[in-house]
Nanobody, 124 residues
Framework: QVQLVESGGGLVQAGDSLRLSCAAS????????MGWFRQAPGKEREFVAA????????YYTDSVKGRFTISRDNAKNTVNLQMNSLKSEDTAVYYC?????????????????WGQGTQVTVSS
């Protein structure tokens, strides 16, 4: 079955960096759009970033543009999220998600598979 396993979360200070990774199995990874979402306590899950099949197209929510970078390695079935200049408002559980097909999407219900999430806490 399809599995998405996130890693790399932790507790950091404002201004620090973290690199999240997501390892995928049980799917033809190169034919899935991959996305990162996050959910803060008491809030809805929200889109953070997404990357196309080949990695040439990347999309970000406005609040992370210039600070976060999404990338993928189709040979290793992994997708990463490099997070720099972290802020306290970035504190959330971060989820990796996979969407079948070529179209990049930003809505939670447009993704087919989800990981279990990894906690990112940024102290100010």
């Amino acid at each position: 079955q399809v599995q998405l396993v996130e890693s790399g979360g932790g507790l950091v200070q404002a201004g620090d960096s973290l690199r999240l990774s997501c390892a995928a199995s049980g799917l033809t990874f190169s034919t899935y759009v991959m996305g990162w979402f996050r959910q803060a306590p008491g809030k809805e899950r929200e889109f953070v970033a997404a990357i196309s099949w080949g990695g040439s197209n990347k999309y970000y929510t406005d609040s992370v543009k210039g600070r976060f970078t999404i990338s993928r390695d189709n040979a290793k079935n992994t997708v990463n999220l490099q997070m720099n200049s972290l802020k306290s408002e970035d504190t959330a559980v971060y989820y990796c998600a996979a969407r079948s097909g070529p179209r990049i999407a930003r809505l939670v219900n447009e993704y087919d598979y989800w990981g279990q999430g990894t906690q990112v806490t940024v102290s100010s």
